[in-house]
Every structure is written in C-alpha cells, then in structure tokens.
C-alpha cells in the first residue's frame, strides 16, 4: 500500500514535469522551475516540448504498473529504475536539485516496493 502511493506520487511528479516541459516552459512559473532566462526559454520551447512526452511515458508506466496491481512488481520496478537512472543523469548534467525532485523519491518507492510494504 505504502510502494503504491509512492509510485503514484513518482507518476503525479512526472505528470507535472510533462506539464512544465510542455505548456509552461516559457512562462514565469516554468523559467523559475527550470532556471531559465526569457531568452533561454523561447529559444528552446521547442526542444522542450519534444522531451515533455519522455516524462509523459515514465508516468504511463508507472500508472499502467498500479493498474495492473500486485502483477505490476516487475513494471513499477522497471520505470522506477528509468526514472532513477534519468534523474542521475539529470542531476550529472543539469543540476543537483534533480536528485531530490527526481531521483530520491524513485529511489524510496524502489525500497518501499522491494520490501513489500
């Protein structure tokens, strides 16, 4: 119960991402999420909008392993580990706040999950 609001919880952050990436990118709530200059912003909207479904399908994922129920161990692990392994990444190459937005929750619904709980 608790490994299911856990990777619901990784899913609703990834919803939210896809939001940002998508249709805020550009305006000030998603500039200040991102770090982003007005400039910086315009100019990759595009690119930014191109890698909102990414998030998009870890989420799908991870909700398609909470309604398939306790048969969906082995898909919640799998996109858990994506989401893990893309917010080390992330916080390698972008910023270290990735890894408490990103990383660390994936990390604690992996344990959770593991141990059953």
Known sequence: ????ILV?????????????????????RGRKAFGLTPEFASASKVLAA?????NGFLAAGLI???????????????FLL?????GLYGAATVGRKILFIQT??????IIV?????
Not at 113 to 117: K, S
């Open 1 to 4: 119960m608790i490994a299911n």
């Open 8 to 28: 619901g919880l990784v899913a609703l952050v990834h919803c939210y991402i896809v939001y940002l990436k998508m249709v805020l990118w550009d305006t000030p």
């Open 50 to 54: 191109n890698q909102g479904p990414y």
């Open 64 to 78: 398609w392993g909470l309604y398939l129920g306790a048969g969906g161990f082995q898909i919640k692990m799998f």
């Open 82 to 86: 994506c989401v893990a392994i893309a």
């Open 104 to 109: 660390a929750p994936a990390v604690l619904a």
């Open 113 to 117: 999950l593991w141990l059953g709980l």
